[in-house]
């Protein structure tokens, strides 16, 4: 018969050697995790290169062109624009001139009070006036006493209506308005008093010098209806000879406040989402197409100091946490190194994978896609080498978590790969039937592809890259399962690791070790039997690992082959031990342990195969020599050392060693009761499981309490279902039976 060999359990490496290896692999994938998001994109890539030399703005594109990375860039002429929409809306602010509104009433005041006095012929007027272009000074010394009193009595009043409604510089008013603007807010009156709400005047309803006779011809023509010699355009002169501008452009406080508005607005920030077409085919080209071109050529890493330091801070970190909840979950595995230093490696590997995947999207401009990520192989690989999906998803996580800051990713991309590796962990289970793993790798397809359409709709995407994304997840998967499928049994060769292939593979599958202890010990043979199915579906109600423990059952007494017939299940009338002394008895029982073990590696079994086989009695006394020996010893007065009779192994250290130890003794126990009942057997299991805590064997097996209560429900239902009844058939219809006509 064609049997495929292992590799036999090699001797455990130096523990120096392990850590150093794993120091260097850590040291390592810090590394490859901080330079691989560097290099992706250290250039925008041969086809996007081609491109700006292929193509001019007004051609024709013969291709799509998508953006290979999210970007963002500032639009300037948009926050120009912007820019100069909030300056607008700062319109003039003037301001009543406390200086020029009294200068002005005193001119208007010394002004009256000169030409009152009936000797201004022979008075000087002293004011500081600008030169009399007007003959202001001539015209009035032509008007008679009663012209002149009128025309300064209009004076006084119309002085005092400008200098109110405030007069204007028309230079001011015409900065303004060739400026574009059209209101201006007055902030104080004639008084100083500051006006509570601002309210928008017109530009135009200014009065200024220019302006003044129109502004003032309702009002001049009163006093022409009132006095038929009165002159508006002396008045107007003399008004412009006496009254200055008291309303000023407050040009400082306008200047300022409109920088405010230029600061308040924000740089418009247009953001390219990794994905998005920026060309279509047998579209023209236009200057704000190339231009985007431009831009995502020279996106490409301008990480600051400060964002490299975060970015190293956050990958150590992940990592850290990572390797934390891993040593949490495997800190009391034999292998822990070796799975340590597998699962460094694989994420080693898996970030050579990424930089080759996303430097090829980068240099052919192929949109790039969060199903290309080749994330699933290491925390497939690992949670079958393992048999622990925790593990997977501990890698599944740090992978994740270094995807998200590859320079086409974001923060959705770690929920999308969490969400995949968790999806594909589910589905890949252990199957007997072959027809299984296609069902397995086809739902597996289908939840990841209905999760990747519901997470990229969450993040905005629409449906026209849908193709390439579900087909990328198909693929991705598809390729992963090959590889891990081609990788594990390498591995379990070449490490002997208990993967529960191998382990289906030895309890279905028989060795030679256990076809000659079938031939020579029959009774061992099927002992070791149900203890397997015993321990089986104790280690199953308590979720350890049940095919371990059901190879430890069948393999646990292979040393037994060498002197079956000094064991009672292989015996019959004759007892070899009566003929012998109870010393010579425990030598031939103890050494069955050794022998076992011996065979074990012989056969290759794994190393934790071998530890059940080597802890299944654990240091524990042969009680039936012991007390014989005892017998005897007092008897003829001696004293009997109890090592002497004690098991030379060490007590069970994992579980699965330890629900082995304790279905090897309820089975054989269960052998002695007499008229068997489901009470005598749940007595029976309570008295061996108590015994072994007396005895402290149970006390490295890390079972708690909780756990020993489900071993032994499973225990009891195991017994009761081993040895049920049968009806007893009447002679007469077992006769016919026996005579039954066979259908063919």
Known sequence: ??????????????????????????????????????????????????????????????????????????????????????????????????????????????????????????????????????????????????????????????????????????????????????????????????VTSLVAQSLDSAMTFQTMQENLAFWLAAYTNAHSSFQPLLLLDTLSLLVESNVQYNEAKTLHLRELAKAEVKPQIVTIQRGQKIIAK?????????????????????????????????????????????????????????????????????????????????????????????????????????????????????????????????????????????TCLYFFQFTIKRLDEIFNWFYACL????????????????????GALLGGLVINISLSVVFVAALVPLCEQLFNIPTIYRLSELALAESPALERLAVVAQGTYTHSRYVADIAYTAAKAIG??????????????????????????????????????PSLSVAIIKSHVKLGVEKGREAGLPQEVLDIIAQHHGNDVIQFFFHEAKEQAQALGLDVNEDDYSYAGIRPSTPEAAIVMLADCVEAASRTLKKATPSKYEKLIHTVIMGKIARDQLKDSLLSLTDLDLISASFLQSLVGRDHHRIEYPDDATDTISKAPVKG
């Not at 119309?158 to 807010?185: C, M």
């Not at 964002?307 to 800190?331: C, M, N, P, S, Y």
């Not at 070796?338 to 430097?359: P, R």
């Open 282 to 422: 047998d579209s023209v080209i236009t200057s704000e197409q190339m231009a985007l071109i431009t831009r995502m050529s020279d996106s490409a890493f301008d990480y600051t100091v400060l964002e490299l330091i975060g970015r190293f801070v956050f990958v150590v970190l992940a990592t850290g946490a990572g390797l934390l909840v891993f040593h949490q979950f495997l800190k009391h595995e034999k292998r822990y190194y070796l799975y340590l230093n597998l699962l460094l490696a694989s994420l080693v590997v898996t970030l050579g994978l990424l930089y080759l995947v996303a430097h090829w999207t980068t240099q052919n401009s192929v949109q790039f896609i969060d199903s290309f990520l080749p994330v699933l192989f290491a925390p497939i690989f690992l949670s079958q080498i393992t048999t622990k999906k925790r593990v997977g998803l501990v890698s599944g996580f740090i992978l994740s978590c270094y995807a998200m800051i590859l320079p086409y990713s974001n923060s959705m991309t770690f929920f999308f790969t969490m969400t995949t590796v968790g």
């Open 447 to 466: 939840v990841s592809c209905f999760m990747a359409i519901a997470l990229n709709l969450l993040n905005g995407f629409s449906f026209n890259g849908v």
């Open 1 to 194: 018969m064609n049997k495929k060999t292992y590799r036999r359990e090699a001797s455990p490496q130096n523990p120096t050697r392990q850590k150093s290896l794993a120091i260097g692999l850590i040291a390592l994938l810090l590394v490859s995790a901080m330079v691989v998001p560097l290099v992706v994109t250290r250039n925008p890539g041969t086809a996007l290169r081609t491109f700006e030399s292929r193509y001019e703005v007004g051609s024709l594109a013969n291709e799509d062109v998508f953006a290979f990375s999210s970007f963002e860039y500032v639009d300037g002429e948009k926050t120009e624009r912007l820019v100069a929409e909030a300056v607008a809306k700062v319109i003039p602010y003037f301001s009543y001139s406390l200086h020029a509104t009294s200068a002005s009433v005193l001119r208007v005041q010394k002004f009256i009070e000169y030409w009152k006095n009936e000797n201004n012929g022979l008075q000087t007027l002293d004011l500081a006036l600008p030169a009399d272009s007007a003959n202001v000074l001539a015209r009035f010394r032509e008007l008679d006493s009663d012209e002149r009193s009128f025309m300064l009595a209009a004076l006084e009043e119309t002085s005092e209506l400008v200098l109110q409604k405030g007069l204007f510089s028309s230079d001011d008013i015409q900065k303004n308005l060739q400026s574009g603007y059209e209101n201006f807010y007055l902030e104080n009156s004639i008084s100083m008093d500051k």
């Open 544 to 581: 350890a690992n049940a095919m371990l423990a059901r190879v430890g059952g069948m393999y646990h007494d292979i040393g037994k082959s060498d002197h079956p017939e000094y064991f009672i299940e292989n015996q019959g009338v004759e007892n070899k031990h009566d003929e012998i002394k």
